[in-house]
């Protein structure tokens, strides 16, 4: 089966000269993120992802999370992995030291994190999920509640889940009808049931901590009366180790298009007389909580669309590179490796390019973030927080979209094999797929990026971003060389500016029309923004190849940026015209005439 | 789980407006075509496809064919199924009447094989297969061997298949091994092993007739010593009926991402002693049988793009009508369908725009197939081979790109539920995942379009085809309140000329960098040409409108061909900047450094 090989070099690259890691690391509370400390971390995570997780990927996807008797199995493997995962200590990597997390920046750990996705995506899932919940517990949770669960989550001995879903409330948490009464002695007891529960039950940790949205007893109807309780699989005891069970079951798993390895429950809480459960933070408060941490959440489900195109494209590498078949167009004397045929050569530059900018929106918005939380200045603060609110929805919805064109262009690099489970080219095809869907769908996305992000503050961050993009667009001009990169980000620029202003200016006139946009334009500023990080990289590299650098690296990465220009950002006037224009049309078909 | 209904209303709107179906009806053999046989067979054929097929399409998904002892056994009810089909009729729709088929029209078959496709593509491959081992024998097969298999093929009570691909030589079949050795009694002895052979077996039908590409001893090397045998799976008795069992095994089924009610087998010809077979037409002459037939398998194929971006766009819009969740982005009391949401209604559009464009392209090359096999006039039967031979691999290529594209914005219209098998969304994505692949990938396709039917000729078929546009194109001018159309079909014109005349100019100086554009230029093609139906229809809604015509299907029709204009067209000149711009930086990157 396919392996994988963390693509180091990159990774390194995109944080040392696209994402300023050299200035994160001067940040306060991060001074212990040295040079050396960052390779060493990402030459471990790459031996643990590729020797351990990666191998268990197809295996983990033929096999199956199997639901019996309302527990999960894992399939075999990962429970052993995950044994080595948490006593490797990768779980509380980027988490606070207070409770035992090594408390790196995030920059550093998205690029772990990445490899995690890539090497086994249904894996990643389970430590993604326990990292969401830890984060809410400490913005949130009472003293006593981190007493209880902090340390054995961050370390990973007990893993989390967020419920949130149920059969009626999926996107539109509004309808929420779980219930939570007051018992009298400062706990609840929870009833309901929810779905989607991603590693609601299995058997890789010793507990398992349920955060659950539910309503009180007389809650105000919609979002004003959701309140967020922790509800443990097994209750803990005053010593701290796990107890009696507690009322919330697995009833059942989903059967899914992909990530088979990861258990997707049905929940059900208090059948047998009431899940108990404690408040977390107060009551009715639970959306915003929901809302604060899903900036986290969405930007790692973003990662998966970045890591599983990074595996398709090393699989698809490896089978052009290996397949003989055909001659070359232009004549050869015999048979040729399909990676000389001009259009597979076009679907691996297609996937590498796209790869490669999606790394480095990814790794500066993760750098972004840290210097929004810990930067000394808090109108730079503001600043960072700012493009990070703006680019969240950019790296969840862009990064997944092209993700999921991304595993596809492998399954065709494969030919027919491509579509034979064996070869392992679908899986990722069929993994992909979730990632546009979970955690708020591109649409989803969309709007929270046109609506909230731009339009509401007259899209101050995204002026501020183009004239960003402008300088990088300037600074080309010096280099002949990169002449057809200019041309294109200026295009793309220029095409993102245009459709931004049209945003800005008929957002409050005719919200339908606009909304219609929603997507072209987030998949346009996802394609200028990688288009922008591509030019950076060009100059980056343009700069090595100055100074006398000969590692080759450099010229591919101009060479892969060119291609970005000539075939990516090239969409960028079409898509402009698109959410300039299409609005109406999109509206104006009868409902009665679908 | 879902149901399908044929859209006979576009159908019938396609045929006569786009495909003139009485100009066909008037050709030489298609007399009986009228107006009334091809409404009712429509009819019928809808009530089949809807009644019979499609209740077995996800049951026959999660059961599949079954390989037990080098035998295949068909999910519950495909047999059954098959047994109506054949006693309906429905097998020689289009086949020669001389041996029982009904001689109608390649374009009203198309709308039949549509519905088939549409309602369960797995059971719609073995009657295609059927068809094109048929016209492989009705073309050169010796008398002796049209008597011995015809009658039953073209009734369905025997099935074909075409053994073509052996491990090593997929899409290039000039690495076939296969061999046959002459047994000195004007018959053969077929050794070797032949992969992904659609219904190699099967329990539908009492015989398989495999047409198999092999060597005689002594042949030259490469496609050069290619030549065509029929291998009955059981020898044929000199009274007709089936005999003794052949030495074709079916050694295995492939484990695949789709179609698994379609048998893919492995079979190995020979194992005991020899597979017995007969020479098809002349030796060395098997490869330029194959390309004869090819351009009816690659419309086949095409049309499943078409047939499951239909279905697709279906089920989504039952969803979006049915599903609650959320409110009015403008505002609203309640929650809403989410077919109110823009985004949802755009991606509707999104889907059902392309397959009314791709129905219309399709439909119109059919009907051009007729006209070229009949009409009277040489000069005229020229023109419209030539056009079909441009568009076959456009059908091919963007039927089958832009159904994979619908069949995945119906998995993103379920939102969560459409990565839930139950749910059926999956599988069409799953299903349209090969139809890329099979019968020539994308890039094949692509290659086939610049070089052997655009480059060869200078570009003259597609200049006619341009001209023909550039017509549509001023008989918009006329009409003001198609005027959005008129300047997006100018756009995409302009594009396809541009990106047309530089594969024309390029071809012989620089194959490898015009080549590197393929594909950008087939979807180009694709778009255009849609674009262009799409506003041939919409100048024939408005024609409908302007003489009193209330049917609320025109006004429907012209919204959709706005939106086309608006959400399709917008990229074509993206496309062609790719194309014109695109090929240096595909190939400038070193092979090592991938």
């Not at 590498?317 to 040729?336: L, N, P």
């Not at 950019?394 to 991304?406: A, D, H, R």
Request: glycine share 10%; charged share 20%; aromatic share 8%.
């Amino acid at each position: 089966m396919s392996t994988y090989t963390a693509p180091l070099q990159d990774m390194r690259f995109v944080l040392t000269e696209l994402a300023a890691i050299d200035r994160v690391a001067k940040l306060p509370g991060y001074e212990e993120a040295t040079d050396d400390l960052v390779e060493a971390i990402l030459d471990e995570a790459g031996k643990f992802a590729g020797g351990v997780l990666a191998p268990l990927n197809f295996s983990g996807d033929q096999e199956g999370a199997r639901w019996v008797d309302r527990a999960v199995t894992m399939p075999k493997g990962f429970k052993e992995a995950y044994r080595q995962f948490v006593d490797n200590g990768w779980a509380g990597l980027s988490l606070n030291p207070e409770h035992g997390g090594q408390g790196l920046p995030k920059v550093v750990a998205a690029a772990v994190q990445e490899m995690w996705k890539a090497s086994n995506m249904a894996f990643s899932l389970c430590p993604m999920l326990t990292m969401g919940a830890v984060e809410a517990l400490e913005l949130v949770g009472s003293e006593a509640q981190k007493a209880t669960y902090l340390a054995n989550m961050i370390s990973g001995e007990w893993t989390g889940t967020m419920n949130l879903t149920e059969p009626q409330a999926g996107s539109d948490l509004a309808a929420v009808r779980t219930r939570a009464v007051p018992h009298g002695d400062g706990t609840y007891r929870v009833f309901g049931q929810k779905i989607f529960i991603t590693y609601g039950d299995h058997d890789m940790a010793e507990n398992t901590i349920h955060l659950v949205l539910a309503r009180t007893p007389d809650a105000p109807e919609g979002v004003k009366g959701i309140s967020l309780f922790v509800v443990p699989k097994f209750l803990v005891n005053a010593d701290g180790s796990p107890g009696e069970r507690n009322d919330a079951w697995c009833v059942s798993i989903e059967h899914k298009l992909g990530i088979h390895a990861s258990p997707t429950a049905v929940m059900a809480f208090g059948d047998n007389g009431g899940a108990i459960g404690t408040l977390v933070g107060k009551e009715n408060e639970g959306l915003k909580y929901m809302f604060i941490m899903m900036n986290a959440a969405r930007y790692a489900v973003g990662l998966e669309g970045l890591a599983i195109a990074e595996r398709a494209y090393q699989k698809a590498v490896a089978y052009a590179r290996d397949r003989v078949q055909g001659r070359a167009i232009e004549g050869s004397t015999g048979s040729v490796a399909i990676i000389r045929h001009p259009d597979v050569r076009r679907m691996l530059m297609q996937m590498r390019a796209q790869v490669e900018a999606m790394r480095a929106v990814a790794y500066a918005v993760a750098a972004a973030t840290d210097m929004a939380m810990r930067h000394p200045d808090p109108a730079e603060r503001a600043r960072q927080q700012a493009f990070v609110d703006l680019m969240i929805p950019v790296v969840k919805g862009w990064l997944t979209e092209t993700g999921n064109e991304v595993a596809s262009l492998g399954v065709q690099v494969h030919g027919g094999m491509g579509f034979i489970e064996e070869t392992g080219a679908a899986q990722f095809f069929r993994d992909a797929r979730i990632t546009t869907i979970y955690e708020g769908t591109t649409g989803i996305q969309a709007n929270d990026l046109i609506g909230r992000k731009i339009a509401r503050e007259g899209g101050a961050t995204l002026k501020a971003v183009l004239a960003m993009m402008r300088q990088t667009e300037s600074e080309l001009a010096a280099q002949a060389g990169l002449a057809s990169i200019r041309s294109a980000l200026g295009q793309g620029i220029a095409a993102l500016e245009a459709a931004g202003g049209f945003i800005v200016a008929d957002y409050a006139k005719d919200v339908r029309s606009v909304a219609a946009g929603a997507v072209p334009f987030l998949k346009l500023m996802g394609i200028v923004s990688g288009g922008w990080m591509m030019a950076r990289a060009a100059l980056a590299a343009q700069a090595k190849i100055a100074a006398g650098d000969a590692d080759a690296f450099y010229p591919a990465k101009i060479a892969t940026a060119q291609f970005y220009a000539a075939h990516v950002l090239n969409t960028a006037t079409g898509l402009a015209q698109e959410v300039v224009q299409g609005g109406a049309s999109a509206l104006a078909l009868d409902e009665a005439m679908f």
